[in-house]
């Protein structure tokens, strides 16, 4: 190529560049730009590097041709510095179109589920890393060659070897100067799209733990960064499916509080104070005061109960369960009719579900000398008569959870009316099983010495004692179970 004019070198090299060019804007378009844009920047570089590569290659055999150079030596070199060239291009060009692949997802939007196919970025780095120093070494030893070659044919005088010595040095120095810049082009490059990535993923965690989840990190690679972006948008499409939920708890927490009573009946001789704390947003238990039927002289029934769990499901069926207690106690009849009732109704809703519930229901009317209770599978209810300083359980007969058995007849027992003295303690079991940190439980005997110590108070104050009591005792720790209590006194 020493002895080619330089016209004609310049067509040789000219020429083929400009049919590479021309196809590459033929082929770009279908081959590149119709891609997904995940995979855009892998096919240009393909595109790049084989154009320069068929480029060099046309070279060669023009120059073999039409001017017979060697093939092998001359062809080999050319061939190889275009393939250099083509090599260092591509990169450049590939990360150019993932860069502007990455600001169109910025602007635009565009995937957003972790990338099908991995192509690790250590794996890439390393990749480019090892074949730049190679293919440096390579031009470099070819650069010393030809100049070694170049002074072995020189005549080597003390006065000339000063000036062949500063050829060869600046020879390699322009060509370690060019490859140098073509390397700090492409780390410059790739620097810039990582920092895109890295500030879009840092700004969208960032507003995640502010609690905004409105954004998300466009997928634009198929590396690491583009697994973490679409595994972050999993992780927000989750939280934000959980702030829905919790939303919707909410809500499911005011209208459950809504079901519990807002005053006590005013019934005469009886004081009644009741309350309940759910260990989650909903709860499965609940307590309510249930007007009897109208020709029964103002009865009013006292109802406590437990669905089986706690949460959202239990809600939902202490929900049911209330609406069909109440449906039962307004019906003419006796309490145990009405229980067995509401059960029959119940156990055809959550026959084969495993829910259950227990239930304390106790039917007071004002002008009777007793009051009449059933009890379905529930804690038994305390009875305490301050005059003779002792507790009563109100246990029952061996009664059944309601949603069991659709069969089962509830019986119904008596126990006189609250007089002067006189307490009435209906709780579930989740006030004698609360748990302090060092998971001891409350107990009955804790919550009888309240009782005896705040007897003389009224019923809100006995019961706001009796809470306070538990508080102090669990000393901050969380509730395992609802807790409910309402408590009658005798006045």
Known sequence: MDSLPVWKLALVILFPLSIA?????????????????????????????????????????????????????SGFKLTFGMATLG??????MALARERSAILHSLKFGGATRPPREFSPMTRRFSLVAIL?????????????????????????????IGKLSNSVLIEVLF???????????????????LRLLFENQTDVLTRVSQGSLERLVPVATHDELGFIAGHTNAMIAKLREGLRMQQGLKIAQEVQRN????????????????????????????????????????????????????????????????????????????????IT???????????GTGRFLTLFF???????????????????????????????????????????????????????????????????????EARNADKEMYGTERFKRIVRKNAQKNAQEILRAVMTSIDAFQDGAPLDDDITLVVLKGI
């Open 21 to 73: 060019y021309g196809l590459r804007f033929l082929v770009e378009r279908q081959y590149v730009l119709k891609a997904p844009q995940i995979r855009r920047s892998a096919r240009q570089f393909q595109l790049d590097f084989g154009l320069f590569c068929l480029a060099g290659l046309t070279m060669a055999f023009i120059l073999f041709f039409s001017f017979g150079f060697p093939l092998v030596l």
């Open 87 to 92: 090599l260092f291009t591509g990169f450049d």
């Open 132 to 160: 730049t120093l190679l293919l440096i070494t390579a031009i470099l030893l070819l650069v010393l060659l030809r100049d070694f070659h170049w002074l072995a044919s020189q005549a080597v005088t003390t006065e000339t």
């Open 175 to 193: 060509v370690m100067g060019v490859l140098m810049a073509q390397v700090v082009n492409l780390v410059v490059s790739w620097a810039k799209n």
């Open 259 to 338: 079901f519990l009573p807002k005053t006590a009946p005013e019934i005469p001789g009886l004081e009644i104070a009741g309350t309940s704390r759910y260990c989650d947003e909903t709860g499965g238990d609940f307590y309510d005061y249930v007007p009897c039927d109208e020709d029964a002289c103002g009865r009013t029934a006292i109802v406590v109960g437990d669905v089986v769990g706690h949460g959202v499901g239990a809600a939902l069926l202490m929900a049911s369960a209330r609406a069909m207690i109440q449906q039962g106690a307004s019906r003419p009849g006796s309490a145990s009719a009405n």
């Open 341 to 351: 009732h509401a059960n029959r109704r119940l156990s055809r809703d959550t026959m």
């Open 362 to 432: 106790l039917d007071i009317d004002p002008v009777a000398e007793h009051m009449c209770w059933v009890n379905a599978g529930h804690p038994p209810a305390l009875l305490y008569d301050l005059g003779r300083d002792t507790f009563e359980r109100l246990a029952g007969s061996g009664d059944i959870p309601l949603g069991v058995d659709v069969e089962w007849r509830y019986s119904e027992h008596e126990t006189p009316r609250l007089t002067p003295g006189r307490l009435l303690f209906i709780a579930t079991d989740g006030v004698w």
